[in-house]
């Protein structure tokens, strides 16, 4: 008969102890771990749709890079990403100034509203001097300006030029540039009922900026800013009409402007804040001026309307 190895008797309280030790460690393990891969389920290519489309924006996909994604909160993530944005700039008295930041095709936004939207100011240029009407935009200022207005100190690779247009664009009676520029900026995102948003950013030295409500404060601005140059244009109406006896009979605002300009009207005037030219239709006893507002469509509310006399 085969000999029977007896086996040695259970433990059940060192078994029970060792058990009861797995079973806190796992659900340490599930407490602590699972609600950051809950918080962190925001992939790299939603963050980059999420910042393509900040504020109504409509950002080429290849202009944002999204470096890194790590989980803020129980809802919350924050973003470091590199962006190519593109500046439009003038030669105004000799000085390189950024005037617009491109928002979507065939669209801009001008700098200076931004500005105010969040309460703040344009920083002052602290680059080169004055430099000759006949010379090009350089790197160097180019890489300077835009690390101003976002408060990175040089040298720094969070700014860079990736390209200057030829010299010789002009917008009116101005000399004028295009930069493409990229730009290290880290995001906060938030998630609601709605889906992943950016509520904040930061660049450079500065704190984050809420960015809630930037949007809509921005067509506020440019529906005053459009008043005013509405208002503009009406006076410089009344103006020829005293002279002339009629209002300017056309059915374009070029026409308009061409006939105001530079007697009646000293600034040419040829589209509103939101890049679209101004509408006119005039008669010699009577006009209107329109701007299409927002939606770009004519004859909506949100439209901008100066009738006369």
Not at 47 to 66: C, E, H, Y
Not at 262 to 279: E, G, S, T
Request: with cysteine.
């Amino acid at each position: 008969m085969g000999r029977t190895t007896s086996k040695p008797p259970i433990d059940y309280a060192h078994y029970f102890l060792c058990n009861r030790r797995n079973l806190w460690m796992a659900f340490f393990l599930f407490v602590i771990v699972n609600p950051i891969q809950a918080r962190a389920d925001l992939s790299q290519k939603q963050a980059r749709k999420v910042i393509q489309t900040m504020g109504g924006w409509s950002l080429p996909n290849d202009s944002v890079r999204v470096r890194s994604v790590k989980a803020s909160g129980t809802e919350g993530a924050e973003v470091s990403a590199e962006m190519e944005l593109v500046f439009r700039l003038t030669l105004r008295e000799g000085h390189w100034q950024l005037r617009e930041i491109r928002s979507g095709q065939d669209r801009w936004e001008r700098l200076d509203l931004i500005a105010q939207a969040l309460q703040s100011e344009l920083p002052p240029d602290r680059c080169d001097g004055p430099v000759r009407l006949s010379s090009e935009l350089t790197t160097k200022h180019a890489r300077c300006l835009v690390a101003g207005l976002f408060d990175i100190a040089l040298p720094s690779d969070e700014v860079r030029i990736k390209e200057i247009s030829p010299f010789g664009l002009s917008i009116g009676s101005e000399s004028a540039a295009l930069v493409v520029s990229l730009v290290q900026v880290d995001f906060h995102l938030t998630r609601d009922a709605e889906g992943w948003r950016v509520a904040e950013l930061k660049t450079g030295a500065r704190d984050w900026v809420n960015i809630a409500g930037v949007p809509a404060r921005i067509d506020q601005l440019k529906r005053t800013a459009a008043t005013d140059e509405l208002a503009q244009i009406a006076s410089a109406l009344d103006k020829f009409r005293y002279e002339r006896g009629y209002f300017v009979v056309a059915d374009k605002e070029s026409v308009l402007i061409d006939h105001l300009s530079p007697k009646y009207l000293a600034r040419v005037i040829r589209v509103d804040p939101w890049h679209r030219p101004y509408q006119y239709e005039g008669q010699q006893d009577h006009y209107s001026l329109r701007s299409v507002g927002p939606d770009g469509k004519p004859n909506t509310p949100d439209d901008i309307v100066v009738s006369g006399p």
